[in-house]
């Protein structure tokens, strides 16, 4: 079980909108920033999205990310095929102290 | 080129020990936090332990306390993992990464090794 809660998949066409919520605590997200990790398959976890809503140089401007509270929401837009991938969210827990992950969101293209 | 390279991973029994070596090259390793993180087959990502700068803080996961120990050796640019009474449940694949924030607390990785795996069965 996961200390973060995302939904476990999600899905869209092509050129579409989708978000996948990341839900945590007051000693998680409440408290610290959130980063969104890609993750194509038989690959390396990839940056996404660094303290809430950042981007990585190279990271294309369809990835958004925003925080509210103990909640977290990454956002493509312009879904594209390669879009295809797991997506974490992580964060910092003050309590006990370590970095915990959502348990990933599968992102199926349609 | 800003890389990181693990090894040291491989079959071992159950109760058995492993040390994996994370090598870091292309930046100044001394001045970044670092992270493990591993991930079960076919499961999601779950962070092992950290380490400052000057080894000064560390921290581990509760399913790794008391079994694995994370040190570095800035001189040579390696961060390394000792993981001693290994458990079926501790097969995955280990990723070493940076650290870049001005506290864990509100870092972020930002490279990441391939991997290695590791596999704990008799």
């Known amino acids: 079980q996961s200390v973060l809660t995302q939904p476990p998949s999600a899905s869209g066409t092509p050129g579409q909108r989708v978000t996948i919520s990341c839900s945590g605590s007051?000693?998680?997200?409440?408290?610290?920033?959130v980063n969104w990790y890609q993750q194509l398959p038989g690959t390396a976890p990839k940056l996404l999205i660094y303290g809430n809503n950042q981007r990585p140089s190279g990271v294309p401007d369809r990835f958004s990310g925003s925080k509210s509270g103990t909640s977290a929401s990454l956002a493509i837009s312009g879904l594209q095929s390669e879009d295809e991938a797991d997506y974490y969210c992580a964060a910092w827990d003050d309590s006990p102290n370590g970095r915990v992950f959502g348990g990933g969101t599968k992102l199926t293209v349609l | 080129e800003v890389q990181l390279v693990e090894s040291g991973g491989g079959l071992v029994k159950p109760e058995g020990s492993l040390r994996l070596t994370c090598a870091a090259s292309?930046?100044?390793?001394?001045?970044?936090?670092m992270n493990w993180v591993r991930q079960a087959p076919g499961k999601g990502l779950e962070w092992v332990s950290s380490?400052?700068?000057?080894?000064?803080?560390?921290y581990y996961a509760d399913s790794v306390k008391g079994r694995f120990t994370i040190s570095r050796d800035n001189a040579r640019n390696s961060l390394y993992l000792q993981m001693n009474s290994l458990r079926a449940e501790d097969t995955a694949v280990y990723y070493c990464?940076?650290?870049?924030?001005?506290?864990?607390?509100?870092?972020?990785?930002?490279?990441w090794g391939q991997g290695t795996m590791v596999t704990v069965s008799s």
């Open positions: 007051s000693s998680n997200i409440g408290s610290n920033t």
């Open positions: 292309g930046y100044s390793f001394a001045q970044y936090d």
């Open positions: 990464a940076r650290e870049v924030g001005v506290a864990l607390r509100f870092a972020h990785s930002d490279i």
């Open positions: 380490i400052t700068t000057s080894s000064h803080y560390i």
